[in-house]
């Protein structure tokens, strides 16, 4: 299996204050927003 096989890319709108705190969030915890997002989604309850 091809690593691009493992995932799936794809576009998201978000309004722009949330979009800014994700940045905000990424560069406080030195990770790129994708990383972030991975984190949030794989942490939550």
Known sequence: M???????????RLPRELAEQLKR???KNMRSINAEVLFILKNRN
């Open 2 to 12: 091809k690593k691009s096989d493992e995932y799936l890319q794809f576009k998201l």
């Open 25 to 27: 969030a990424a560069e």
